[in-house]
Protein backbone atom coordinates (compact mmCIF):
# COMPACT_ATOMS: atom_id res chain seq x y z
CA UNK A 1 0.00 0.00 0.00
CA UNK A 2 1.44 3.56 -1.00
CA UNK A 3 0.25 7.15 0.75
CA UNK A 4 1.55 10.43 -0.62
CA UNK A 5 1.53 13.55 0.73
CA UNK A 6 1.60 17.25 -0.22
CA UNK A 7 2.32 19.91 1.97
CA UNK A 8 2.60 23.96 1.75
CA UNK A 9 4.87 25.87 2.99
CA UNK A 10 3.92 28.43 5.56
CA UNK A 11 4.74 31.62 6.71
CA UNK A 12 4.42 32.72 10.18
CA UNK A 13 3.49 35.97 12.17
CA UNK A 14 3.19 37.96 9.63
CA UNK A 15 4.20 40.92 11.96
CA UNK A 16 2.00 40.73 14.85
CA UNK A 17 0.56 37.48 14.53
CA UNK A 18 2.76 36.19 16.74
CA UNK A 19 2.71 31.85 17.43
CA UNK A 20 -1.45 32.67 16.08
CA UNK A 21 -1.27 34.06 12.74
CA UNK A 22 0.33 31.79 9.50
CA UNK A 23 -0.60 31.36 5.73
CA UNK A 24 0.19 28.83 3.64
CA UNK A 25 2.35 29.19 0.44
CA UNK A 26 2.50 27.71 -3.14
CA UNK A 27 5.92 25.69 -1.83
CA UNK A 28 5.45 22.20 -1.29
CA UNK A 29 7.37 18.82 -0.10
CA UNK A 30 5.96 15.55 -0.44
CA UNK A 31 6.17 12.59 1.69
CA UNK A 32 4.83 9.25 0.42
CA UNK A 33 5.04 5.99 3.07
CA UNK A 34 4.74 2.53 1.03
CA UNK A 35 4.09 -0.27 3.37
CA UNK A 36 3.67 -4.13 2.94
CA UNK A 37 1.49 -4.22 5.58
CA UNK A 38 -0.27 -1.55 7.11
CA UNK A 39 -2.35 -3.12 9.67
CA UNK A 40 0.49 -4.91 11.68
CA UNK A 41 0.05 -5.28 15.58
CA UNK A 42 2.49 -2.81 16.81
CA UNK A 43 5.80 -4.20 17.37
CA UNK A 44 8.91 -3.08 19.30
CA UNK A 45 10.91 -2.91 15.76
CA UNK A 46 9.66 -2.12 12.52
CA UNK A 47 11.90 -2.70 9.62
CA UNK A 48 12.24 0.22 7.62
CA UNK A 49 14.36 2.70 4.97
CA UNK A 50 14.03 6.52 4.28
CA UNK A 51 15.28 8.14 1.40
CA UNK A 52 15.09 11.96 0.41
CA UNK A 53 15.59 14.26 -2.71
CA UNK A 54 15.71 17.99 -2.61
CA UNK A 55 16.20 20.51 -0.07
CA UNK A 56 18.00 19.19 2.20
CA UNK A 57 18.25 15.78 1.33
CA UNK A 58 21.78 14.94 2.79
CA UNK A 59 21.62 16.36 5.86
CA UNK A 60 18.44 14.47 7.06
CA UNK A 61 18.57 11.56 9.52
CA UNK A 62 18.11 8.42 7.87
CA UNK A 63 17.27 6.31 11.01
CA UNK A 64 14.96 7.19 14.57
CA UNK A 65 15.87 11.16 14.46
CA UNK A 66 14.11 11.76 11.21
CA UNK A 67 11.17 13.94 12.16
CA UNK A 68 8.57 12.70 9.57
CA UNK A 69 9.10 8.87 10.54
CA UNK A 70 8.95 10.77 14.64
CA UNK A 71 5.25 11.96 13.80
CA UNK A 72 4.37 8.76 12.41
CA UNK A 73 5.63 7.27 15.57
CA UNK A 74 3.13 9.67 17.29
CA UNK A 75 0.15 8.30 15.19
CA UNK A 76 1.33 4.25 15.38
CA UNK A 77 1.11 4.96 19.52
CA UNK A 78 -2.17 6.60 19.70
CA UNK A 79 -3.98 4.29 17.24
CA UNK A 80 -2.26 1.32 18.99
CA UNK A 81 -1.15 -0.21 15.46
CA UNK A 82 1.79 -0.15 12.98
CA UNK A 83 3.41 -0.51 9.32
CA UNK A 84 5.76 -3.80 8.76
CA UNK A 85 8.44 -3.23 5.85
CA UNK A 86 7.74 0.97 5.99
CA UNK A 87 9.55 2.92 3.14
CA UNK A 88 9.24 6.48 3.68
CA UNK A 89 10.41 8.89 0.59
CA UNK A 90 10.35 12.80 0.97
CA UNK A 91 11.30 15.05 -1.78
CA UNK A 92 11.75 18.72 0.22
CA UNK A 93 11.06 21.95 -2.01
CA UNK A 94 10.86 23.80 1.14
CA UNK A 95 14.18 25.09 2.99
CA UNK A 96 15.14 23.45 5.80
CA UNK A 97 15.70 26.35 8.79
CA UNK A 98 13.92 28.92 6.96
CA UNK A 99 11.24 30.57 8.42
CA UNK A 100 9.09 28.68 5.76
CA UNK A 101 7.50 25.96 7.77
CA UNK A 102 9.44 23.10 7.20
CA UNK A 103 9.45 21.12 10.33
CA UNK A 104 5.53 21.78 10.32
CA UNK A 105 5.34 20.52 7.08
CA UNK A 106 7.94 17.15 7.94
CA UNK A 107 5.35 17.00 11.12
CA UNK A 108 1.67 16.92 9.05
CA UNK A 109 4.02 14.85 6.36
CA UNK A 110 4.20 12.09 8.87
CA UNK A 111 1.25 12.01 10.42
CA UNK A 112 -1.18 12.45 7.76
CA UNK A 113 0.53 9.52 5.83
CA UNK A 114 0.55 7.18 8.66
CA UNK A 115 -2.66 7.60 9.29
CA UNK A 116 -3.79 7.01 5.69
CA UNK A 117 -2.06 3.59 5.65
CA UNK A 118 -3.73 2.88 9.09
CA UNK A 119 -7.07 3.63 7.12
CA UNK A 120 -7.68 7.04 8.56
CA UNK A 121 -9.07 6.18 11.93
CA UNK A 122 -7.99 10.23 12.92
CA UNK A 123 -10.08 12.76 11.92
CA UNK A 124 -8.31 16.18 10.43
CA UNK A 125 -8.79 17.77 13.79
CA UNK A 126 -7.15 14.63 15.75
CA UNK A 127 -4.05 14.89 13.74
CA UNK A 128 -4.00 19.16 14.14
CA UNK A 129 -4.06 18.78 17.82
CA UNK A 130 -1.39 16.01 17.36
CA UNK A 131 0.62 17.97 15.24
CA UNK A 132 0.76 21.03 17.20
CA UNK A 133 1.07 19.03 20.39
CA UNK A 134 4.50 17.82 18.96
CA UNK A 135 5.43 21.51 17.31
CA UNK A 136 4.72 23.38 20.32
CA UNK A 137 2.55 25.75 18.35
CA UNK A 138 -0.17 26.08 15.70
CA UNK A 139 1.16 29.17 13.16
CA UNK A 140 2.53 26.36 10.84
CA UNK A 141 0.80 23.41 11.87
CA UNK A 142 -2.68 25.01 10.89
CA UNK A 143 -2.13 26.50 7.85
CA UNK A 144 -0.59 23.90 6.16
CA UNK A 145 -3.13 21.56 7.03
CA UNK A 146 -5.89 23.82 6.22
CA UNK A 147 -4.38 26.07 3.39
CA UNK A 148 -4.87 29.55 2.95
CA UNK A 149 -4.62 32.33 5.94
CA UNK A 150 -5.57 30.68 9.45
CA UNK A 151 -5.72 31.79 12.68
CA UNK A 152 -5.17 29.61 15.90
CA UNK A 153 -6.21 30.19 19.48
CA UNK A 154 -6.60 28.12 22.24
CA UNK A 155 -8.74 27.70 25.19
CA UNK A 156 -9.97 24.72 28.14
CA UNK A 157 -11.12 22.84 25.43
CA UNK A 158 -8.05 22.88 23.57
CA UNK A 159 -6.64 24.67 19.88
CA UNK A 160 -9.16 26.39 17.87
CA UNK A 161 -8.55 27.33 14.12
CA UNK A 162 -10.46 29.64 12.06
CA UNK A 163 -9.65 29.75 8.19
CA UNK A 164 -10.48 33.30 6.86
CA UNK A 165 -10.98 33.75 3.28
CA UNK A 166 -9.12 35.66 1.49
CA UNK A 167 -7.90 36.54 -2.34
CA UNK A 168 -5.23 34.35 -4.47
CA UNK A 169 -1.83 37.21 -3.29
CA UNK A 170 1.76 36.59 -4.46
CA UNK A 171 4.51 37.56 -2.31
CA UNK A 172 8.04 37.56 -2.00
CA UNK A 173 10.02 35.65 -0.21
CA UNK A 174 13.60 36.30 0.33
CA UNK A 175 16.11 33.63 2.30
CA UNK A 176 19.50 34.75 3.70
CA UNK A 177 22.09 32.51 4.13
CA UNK A 178 22.31 32.63 7.94
CA UNK A 179 21.48 29.79 10.28
CA UNK A 180 19.39 31.08 12.78
CA UNK A 181 17.94 28.27 14.48
CA UNK A 182 14.11 28.26 16.20
CA UNK A 183 15.31 28.35 19.22
CA UNK A 184 18.07 30.95 19.13
CA UNK A 185 15.28 33.04 18.17
CA UNK A 186 12.97 32.32 21.19
CA UNK A 187 15.67 32.32 23.19
CA UNK A 188 15.54 36.19 22.18
CA UNK A 189 12.37 37.24 22.84
CA UNK A 190 11.66 38.83 26.55
CA UNK A 191 8.98 36.72 29.03
CA UNK A 192 6.90 39.80 30.04
CA UNK A 193 6.00 43.05 27.64
CA UNK A 194 4.01 46.27 28.54
CA UNK A 195 1.07 46.64 28.30
CA UNK A 196 1.33 49.39 25.78
CA UNK A 197 2.95 47.09 23.28
CA UNK A 198 0.49 44.28 24.18
CA UNK A 199 -2.19 46.75 22.90
CA UNK A 200 0.21 47.35 20.15
CA UNK A 201 -0.17 44.31 18.63
CA UNK A 202 -3.49 43.62 19.64
CA UNK A 203 -4.81 46.20 17.50
CA UNK A 204 -2.52 45.22 14.34
CA UNK A 205 -3.20 41.55 14.33
CA UNK A 206 -7.20 42.77 13.64
CA UNK A 207 -5.97 45.32 11.18
CA UNK A 208 -4.08 42.47 9.81
CA UNK A 209 -6.40 40.20 9.21
CA UNK A 210 -8.79 42.43 7.95
CA UNK A 211 -6.22 43.71 5.22
CA UNK A 212 -4.79 40.64 4.18
CA UNK A 213 -8.91 39.00 3.65
CA UNK A 214 -10.23 42.11 1.57
CA UNK A 215 -6.68 42.66 -0.28
CA UNK A 216 -5.97 46.23 0.99
CA UNK A 217 -2.78 46.38 0.58
CA UNK A 218 -3.28 50.14 2.03
CA UNK A 219 -3.86 48.87 5.11
CA UNK A 220 -0.59 46.59 5.38
CA UNK A 221 1.53 48.96 6.13
CA UNK A 222 0.56 49.75 9.31
CA UNK A 223 -1.05 46.15 10.10
CA UNK A 224 2.28 44.03 9.64
CA UNK A 225 3.89 46.57 12.17
CA UNK A 226 4.88 44.59 15.49
CA UNK A 227 6.76 45.03 19.06
CA UNK A 228 6.73 41.82 20.33
CA UNK A 229 8.62 39.49 18.71
CA UNK A 230 10.85 41.16 15.35
CA UNK A 231 12.77 43.99 17.60
CA UNK A 232 14.32 41.24 19.30
CA UNK A 233 14.84 39.15 16.33
CA UNK A 234 15.99 41.79 13.71
CA UNK A 235 19.55 42.65 15.29
CA UNK A 236 20.55 39.38 15.23
CA UNK A 237 20.72 38.42 11.69
CA UNK A 238 22.93 40.62 9.54
CA UNK A 239 21.15 43.08 7.01
CA UNK A 240 17.71 42.11 8.07
CA UNK A 241 17.09 45.58 9.38
CA UNK A 242 18.44 46.90 6.20
CA UNK A 243 16.30 44.42 3.90
CA UNK A 244 12.90 45.10 5.74
CA UNK A 245 13.90 48.74 4.73
CA UNK A 246 14.81 48.05 1.16
CA UNK A 247 11.75 46.29 0.98
CA UNK A 248 9.59 48.99 1.30
CA UNK A 249 11.77 51.78 -0.58
CA UNK A 250 11.27 49.42 -3.45
CA UNK A 251 7.57 48.83 -3.11
CA UNK A 252 6.45 46.59 -0.79
CA UNK A 253 3.33 47.44 1.29
CA UNK A 254 4.11 45.44 4.32
CA UNK A 255 7.04 43.12 5.49
CA UNK A 256 8.08 41.30 8.13
CA UNK A 257 10.62 38.37 9.20
CA UNK A 258 9.12 35.38 8.34
CA UNK A 259 8.12 33.28 11.33
CA UNK A 260 11.45 32.99 13.80
CA UNK A 261 13.51 34.46 10.88
CA UNK A 262 15.93 34.99 9.30
CA UNK A 263 14.02 35.11 6.05
CA UNK A 264 11.85 38.12 5.33
CA UNK A 265 8.47 37.89 3.67
CA UNK A 266 6.91 40.93 1.45
CA UNK A 267 3.74 41.43 0.44
CA UNK A 268 2.73 43.96 -2.65
CA UNK A 269 0.22 44.48 -5.52
CA UNK A 270 2.98 44.74 -8.24
CA UNK A 271 6.88 44.91 -8.54
CA UNK A 272 7.46 42.01 -7.14
CA UNK A 273 10.94 41.41 -8.75
CA UNK A 274 11.93 44.59 -7.85
CA UNK A 275 11.32 44.07 -4.14
CA UNK A 276 13.14 40.90 -4.29
CA UNK A 277 15.86 42.32 -5.82
CA UNK A 278 16.25 45.08 -3.01
CA UNK A 279 15.84 42.72 0.00
CA UNK A 280 18.97 40.68 -1.92
CA UNK A 281 20.88 44.11 -2.55
CA UNK A 282 20.49 44.79 1.17
CA UNK A 283 21.36 40.93 2.66
CA UNK A 284 24.22 41.55 -0.33
CA UNK A 285 25.58 44.80 1.49
CA UNK A 286 25.77 43.21 4.91
CA UNK A 287 27.89 39.82 3.64
CA UNK A 288 24.92 37.78 3.22
CA UNK A 289 24.14 35.55 -0.56
CA UNK A 290 20.48 35.02 -0.38
CA UNK A 291 17.44 32.80 -2.93
CA UNK A 292 14.47 34.42 -3.52
CA UNK A 293 11.40 33.15 -4.54
CA UNK A 294 7.70 34.86 -5.57
CA UNK A 295 5.06 32.52 -4.13
CA UNK A 296 1.10 32.64 -4.60
CA UNK A 297 -1.12 32.07 -1.64
CA UNK A 298 -1.91 27.82 -1.34
CA UNK A 299 -5.86 28.47 -1.35
CA UNK A 300 -5.44 24.33 -0.66
CA UNK A 301 -3.92 22.75 2.65
CA UNK A 302 -2.11 19.28 2.59
CA UNK A 303 -3.62 16.58 0.32
CA UNK A 304 -3.60 12.99 1.06
CA UNK A 305 -3.69 11.02 -1.78
CA UNK A 306 -3.82 7.22 -1.42
Not at 225 to 240: A, E
Request: hydrophobic share 50%; glycine share 10%; net charge negative.
Amino acid sequence: MKVQVTIPATTANLGPGFDCLGLALDLTNTVTFTAVDATAVASTAVPLTITATGEGAAELPRDEGNLVLRAAERVFDVVGKRTANLHIHQHNNIPVSSGLGSSAAAVLGGMLAANGLLGSPLSRDDVLQLAIEMEGHPDNVAPALYGGLVLSVRDAAGWHVEPIAMPLLQVVYVLPDFDFPTAAARAALPTQVSLADAVFNAGRVGLLVRALAAADYDLLAVAMQDRLHQPYRIPLVPGLAGALAAARTAGAVGAAISGAGPSVVAFAATGHEEIAAAITAAFTEAGLTSRTWILPVAQHGADVCL
